[in-house]
């Protein structure tokens, strides 16, 4: 299957390094302390945020800071193939980096023996699930007034058609060449999450890095914008009931 | 007295990192090896005979067991023309006072996935080439990682194992009246990880090191020098510089250990 034409643009008319369209929305549950929904691509993905809790079961706790818990989880209709419900594997293992990204940006310090749980419900799956997991998550940490580092991002970059390209779509995950997830710290560069399969030389993976750190700076204005948009409302909101 | 009491845990855990971390910025490490040098590492294979493929894999004090069996199964629906790789991995009660029995644990498919993915994304084993019947039988290849002893870096000791164990494995085809035949093997993997101490990526981290550790990074490279799988693990960041530097160490480590222990 080829994925980049002779006009060098990909099968969704995106050039090597675009992202795909993305839109994030805060504060859309209203049990959750703090929760954000983000389309990115055709993936469509809720988080809720509920915490700093007591941990439980009370072995878990940690005298010294808090942990942070991330839940992982695919809807069985997000799929082509139904997929079965409940934590698979695959999904086991993304919860812990996912959880493990976020506790590098939150002061965890700050809440000992308690949990932050951070549940991610993927809706629909359009390749990159995790990266648009964390980044709606750190969103809806700070809708929950968890105080943080910065808010992570989650970028991808991989290798298709022997090409580094950003931020690939389902067609070109399956049939591309490397897969590289990362989730960032904006404000340090710091890197937080990082996985990678398939095959790149050293130099592909230096420009693949190159790429989602430049797109991950784009995507936490995105974030931002988000927030923002959601305290302009209530501000509109409040001002209105002022003006009855 | 503080508002958070600390546990005598706790209090030497501080003192191990800090003396941990003190040494590294000094240039060295707890055992005295070299930032980049591996531990000692034994592998022997055809430890169990009756397994289609084994081998047994010391890596400084830790030691793990990897064995493969081969069976006939039926083929994913989505992939009829391709044989099953499947890699489990346990963590057993013996060989450590934190493992415990019980259903697999977060760490234990971590470690299964980490290892599997380097096999895997290096198209190590040509699977093509395990169709028994199109999309009605194929050879599945069960990687089984049994660890016995854990001083740390079960990811590396156990990749190994797995690699050798693949290497000399035999596919059991007189069972189907065919012929025995070795295993399809494309490419020879080499999986080798680190621990972030204070700014400092330690190679092969025995057990002391991985517990004051603040990241971890697995790196997968083939013979070409290509990175073929990565994972970073824990609660902490790595930055650029610490990233490739991990990426060269591995490039040189796999040819290394691919040459003097595999003899590839």
Redo the contacts between chains.
């Keep these: 299957m080829k994925l980049i034409n002779e006009e060098g643009l990909r099968i969704d008319g995106r050039k090597f390094n675009e992202l795909r369209p993305i839109r994030i929305e805060v504060g859309v549950l209203n049990r959750a302390d703090g929760s954000a929904y983000i389309e990115w691509g055709g993936n469509k993905v809720l988080v809720a945020v509920y915490g700093p809790r007591e941990a439980f079961p009370k072995h878990t706790q940690n005298?010294?800071r808090a942990i942070?818990n991330a839940r992982y989880n695919m809807a069985a209709f997000s799929v082509d193939?139904r997929k079965r419900p409940g934590p698979d594997?695959?999904a086991?293992?993304i919860?812990?980096?996912i959880?493990?990204a976020l506790?590098?940006a939150v002061f965890t310090e700050q809440f000992?023996r308690t949990s932050i749980d951070v549940y991610i419900e993927v809706l629909q799956a359009d390749a990159g699930t995790r990266i648009a997991g964390i980044t709606a998550a750190s969103v809806a940490l700070v809708d929950a007034g968890i105080p943080m580092k910065d808010m992570v991002v989650g970028c991808a970059a991989g290798k298709i058609d022997g090409k580094v390209v950003l931020d690939l779509n389902k067609e070109e995950d399956n049939f591309g060449q490397a897969d590289?997830p990362m989730a960032i710290?904006p404000r340090?560069?710091?890197?937080?999450?990082?996985?990678?399969?398939?095959?790149?030389?050293?130099d592909e993976?230096?420009q693949a890095?190159e790429l989602s750190k430049k797109a991950a700076m784009y995507i936490s204005d995105l974030q931002k914008e988000a927030l923002l948009a959601k305290y302009k409302s209530q501000e509109q909101e409040k001002e209105g009931e002022r003006g009855e | 007295m503080s508002a958070v009491s600390k546990s005598a845990d706790e209090i030497v855990y501080g003192l191990k990192r800090e003396y941990l971390e003190k040494i590294c910025t000094e240039g060295s490490r707890i055992d005295g090896r070299k930032f980049d040098e591996m531990r000692p590492v034994i592998v022997n294979t055809n430890f169990v005979p009756r397994a289609q493929g084994s081998a047994e894999v010391r890596l400084g004090d830790s030691r793990v067991l990897v064995g493969i069996k081969i069976e006939q199964g039926e083929p994913f629906q989505d992939t009829p023309n391709s044989g099953i790789l499947t890699t489990n991995a346990e963590l057993l009660p013996m060989a450590s006072p934190t493992f415990e029995s019980g259903p697999p644990s977060e760490d234990a498919i971590e470690l299964a996935r980490v290892v599997d993915r380097g096999i895997r994304e290096s198209k190590m084993i040509d699977l093509d080439k395990l169709v028994i019947k199109e999309g009605e039988k194929v050879w599945v290849v069960f990687i089984d990682m049994h660890i016995l002893d854990y001083d740390g870096n079960l990811i590396d000791a156990c990749s190994l194992g797995a690699v050798a164990a693949l290497l000399e494995a035999k596919v059991p085809a007189s069972k189907i009246g065919a012929e025995d035949f070795p295993l399809p093997i494309n490419h020879v993997p080499i999986t080798t990880t680190f621990a972030k101490i204070g700014s400092t990526m330690l190679a092969d981290p025995n057990l002391e090191e991985e517990e004051v550790e603040s990241a971890r990074l697995s790196v997968a490279t083939n013979e070409n020098g290509d990175v073929v799988a990565m994972q970073k693990g824990m609660g902490g960041s790595i930055t650029n510089e610490e990233l490739f530097s991990a990426v060269d160490t591995s490039i040189k480590l796999g040819k290394d250990i691919r040459k003097r222990v595999l003899g590839k």
């Design positions: 005298p010294s942070v193939e594997r695959r086991v293992e919860s812990k980096v959880g493990e506790e590098c000992p590289l710290i340090t560069q710091e890197i937080v999450l990082l996985q990678m399969d398939g095959n790149m030389t050293r993976l230096e890095v």
